[in-house]
């Protein structure tokens, strides 16, 4: 039996769920995109940015996705030749190194333990062993949302600096701003990128890069640069809509001015602290609901498991099954899993314009479906979930 014919809820990790206000924000009329209105948004926009990343440095923002991001830093920062070291703890780091490898830089990767974290002690030794510097870069991410792990990224600087590494430290952040603490200059970050579509609660559409004073000394030596991603041609004041490489992407400039007020009157602190009561009302399910041949985490550290997303592997139950019974079933649609975790694994993204009914409903359709399949199950993880918010609400 079908009985989803009310509003259907995505549990992805991202595209998020898109705040009302968010969405009323783009219903308007095409502007003048030259000056008025829209620029002044715009400027005010970029103005916020780099708060949102905790940082003094310059944000730059593109009409694309979060690969369009990655090519905006890397091209922006390297040459030719150089060569960059991809800290791999899932799917997007590899991801993101790729790009480099196509753009004429050669890679390596150093991989953390499985189903874990990156060490910061594997990569100190690495750089140590790089004696001549030939590493330019270093490329990782905070919340990989493939295999659900939190990287610890201010004990990777402290990593390099005790290697005394020169490479510029670049973190993809695109499941983490707006979900977890992120501080850039504190942790020593280089170049920060993010996409507008999972915490920042925007369409999918903008790639964002945020680039510290180290970073923009390096852009001005860069071999890769190329017009639309150029930082030098986005630093526009005189012309305003080049900080687009043209025209401006007016809805979204409208979506992204609301989802920043909304961000500035909750506060960062408080939405770093709601998004750590949902992830540990998910992981209490995820728990409850583990035994053996059935479901279990997939990063076996509770310290490295990320508060924006969880990834659950699936055992004997049928992972590809769960996942289309709640969503043609029921009207939830679960993140599968992607890339090594496909067909044996499911995620729970618990991200931006959230609250308990979204996360309780969540949790209690999965388990409904679980017991559909009949699958193995200790106990209700519904019920474990409803514990931990309950202690919040009290």
């Known amino acids: 039996?079908?009985?989803?014919?009310?509003?259907?809820?995505?549990?992805?990790?991202?595209?998020?769920?898109?705040?009302?206000?968010?969405?009323?924000?783009?219903?308007?009329?095409?502007?003048?995109?030259?000056?008025?209105?829209?620029?002044?948004?715009?400027?005010?926009?970029?103005?916020?940015?780099?708060?949102?990343?905790?940082?003094?440095?310059?944000a730059f923002?593109?009409?694309?996705?979060?690969?369009?991001?990655?090519?905006?830093?890397?091209?922006?920062?390297?040459?030719?030749?150089?060569?960059?070291?991809?800290?791999?703890?899932?799917?997007?780091?590899?991801?993101?190194?790729?790009?480099?490898?196509?753009?004429?830089?050669?890679?390596?990767?150093?991989?953390?333990?499985?189903?874990?974290?990156?060490?910061?002690d594997a990569v100190e030794a690495c750089l140590r062993a790089d004696k001549d510097h030939e590493i330019k870069a270093?490329?990782?991410?905070?919340?990989?949302?493939?295999?659900?792990?939190?990287?610890?990224?201010?004990a990777i600087r402290k990593a390099i600096d005790a290697?005394?590494?020169?490479?510029?430290?670049?973190?993809?952040?695109?499941?983490?701003?707006?979900?977890?603490?992120?501080?850039m200059d504190d942790w020593g970050v280089d170049v920060t990128v993010g996409g507008s579509q999972k915490g920042l609660m925007v369409p999918p559409g903008?790639?964002?890069?945020?680039?510290?004073?180290?970073?923009?000394?390096?852009?001005?030596?860069?071999?890769?640069?190329?017009?639309?991603?150029?930082?030098?041609?986005?630093?526009?004041?005189?012309?305003?809509?080049?900080?687009?490489?043209?025209?401006?992407?007016?809805q979204h400039i409208y979506a992204m001015r609301?989802?920043?007020?909304?961000?500035?009157?909750?506060?960062?602190?408080?939405?770093?602290?709601?998004?750590?009561?949902?992830?540990r009302s998910v992981r209490a399910a995820v728990d409850a609901w583990s035994t053996d041949g059935g479901l279990e985490f997939n990063i076996l550290d509770p310290k490295h498991r990320s508060d924006s997303t969880t990834t659950v592997l699936t055992g004997s139950v049928d992972a590809d099954r769960l996942c289309l019974l709640c969503e043609e079933g029921a009207g939830l649609v679960p993140g599968k899993g992607i890339g090594d975790f496909a067909g044996h694994a499911f995620r729970i993204g618990h991200m931006g314009h959230m609250n308990p009914p979204m996360v309780l409903g969540t949790l209690g359709t999965v388990e409904a479906v679980l017991h559909a399949m009949n699958a193995p199950l200790c106990s209700s993880g519904v019920a474990q979930a409803a514990k931990v918010i309950a202690a919040e609400l009290a």
């Open 1 to 58: 039996m079908k009985l989803n014919q009310g509003r259907m809820l995505t549990a992805m990790p991202g595209p998020s769920v898109i705040p009302e206000r968010v969405l009323a924000a783009m219903h308007t009329a095409m502007p003048n995109i030259y000056k008025g209105a829209l620029v002044e948004t715009s400027k005010s926009i970029f103005a916020d940015l780099p708060g949102i990343a905790r940082t003094a440095g310059r």
């Open 61 to 120: 923002m593109a009409i694309c996705n979060g690969h369009g991001a990655w090519e905006m830093a890397l091209t922006n920062t390297l040459n030719r030749g150089d060569q960059v070291l991809v800290l791999e703890s899932g799917r997007f780091a590899v991801g993101w190194g790729q790009q480099a490898t196509v753009l004429g830089c050669p890679v390596e990767v150093l991989k953390a333990p499985a189903r874990g974290p990156i060490d910061p």
């Open 138 to 154: 270093i490329l990782a991410v905070q919340i990989d949302t493939a295999s659900g792990v939190w990287n610890d990224i201010a």
């Open 163 to 183: 290697a005394g590494h020169p490479a510029l430290y670049m973190v993809d952040c695109i499941a983490s701003l707006g979900c977890v603490e992120y501080l």
């Open 206 to 250: 903008l790639g964002l890069v945020w680039a510290n004073e180290k970073a923009m000394a390096a852009h001005e030596k860069a071999g890769l640069r190329t017009p639309y991603w150029d930082w030098t041609a986005r630093m526009s004041d005189a012309e305003h809509y080049m900080r687009y490489c043209g025209t401006a992407p007016v």
């Open 258 to 279: 609301t989802a920043l007020d909304m961000i500035a009157e909750e506060g960062l602190e408080a939405i770093w602290a709601r998004h750590g009561v949902f992830a």
